[in-house]
T-cell receptor, first 114, second 114 residues
Framework: EAQVTQNPRYLITVTGKKLTVTCSQN?????MSWYRQDPGLGLRQIYY???????DKGDVPEGYKVSRKEKRNFPLILESPSPNQTSLYFC?????????????FGPGTRLTVL | QQQVKQSPQSLIVQKGGISIINCAYE??????FPWYQQFPGKGPALLIA?????SEKKEGRFTISFNKSAKQFSLHIMDSQPGDSATYFC?????????????FGEGTQLTVNP
């Protein structure tokens, strides 16, 4: 089954404790992206990657890091989480040649930073 | 600043009624306008999309109306059903030589009462 998977689905942590949210897709997509979803703000892009070793900032990159060492994986790293990073996070992927809007989203990771 | 503004924030419709969600955008370089549907606990999924060279696109009970001069587009759900209850996001993207991002609206929570 073609899908984007994220782990963990739920995470409660404390301020300053480094964490990684993993994202993996099995569709051989070149383009991957991370979004955060907050009430009243919609989805905002954090980082994106057009291919292996190619990443760039989205609209809200502060406090986040990413890496793209393999085509299928695109982990999101919070080096020192803060309460304002409490949010619902989505990873997405698409073919580079496909419609720009046709992104496939993972199931989401709900993060709470205390 | 929010480049894509969506309204209403929430909408309650009776079964069989018409649901209408509106979006307005600022950037005239946007050239692709998708709508995403999100059920609770799930990631957004592409519902329907339109390009600015047409004024309307219909897929089953879902129709996008596009007004290029007004920089507005809307989603109409005919014969709304309880199973349509979800959060709907409009989005926009533009042709770029490097990078490609979706700019989302704030979201509309639709409830269809039986």
């Amino acid at each position: 089954e073609a899908q984007v998977t994220q782990n963990p689905r739920y995470l409660i942590t404390v301020t300053g404790k480094k964490l990684t949210v993993t994202c993996s897709q099995n569709m051989n997509h070149e383009y991957m992206s991370w979004y955060r979803q907050d009430p009243g703000l919609g989805l905002r892009q954090i980082y994106y990657s057009m291919n292996v070793e190619v990443t760039d900032k989205g609209d809200v990159p502060e406090g986040y890091k990413v890496s793209r060492k393999e085509k299928r994986n695109f982990p999101l790293i919070l080096e020192s989480p803060s309460p304002n990073q409490t949010s619902l996070y989505f990873c997405a992927s698409r073919n580079w040649g496909g419609y720009k809007g046709e992104q496939f989203f993972g199931p989401g990771t709900r993060l709470t930073v205390l | 600043q929010q480049q894509v503004k969506q309204s209403p924030q929430s909408l309650i419709v009776q079964k069989g009624g018409i649901s209408i969600i509106n979006c307005a955008y600022e950037n005239t370089a946007f050239d692709y306008f998708p709508w995403y549907q999100q059920f609770p606990g799930k990631g957004p999924a592409l519902l329907i999309a339109i390009r600015p060279d047409v004024s309307e696109k219909k897929e089953g009970r879902f129709t996008i109306s596009f007004n290029k001069s007004a920089k507005q587009f809307s989603l109409h759900i005919m014969d709304s059903q309880p199973g349509d209850s979800a959060t709907y996001f409009c989005a926009a993207s533009k042709q770029e030589t490097s990078g490609s991002r979706l700019t989302f609206g704030e979201g509309t929570q639709l409830t269809v009462n039986p």
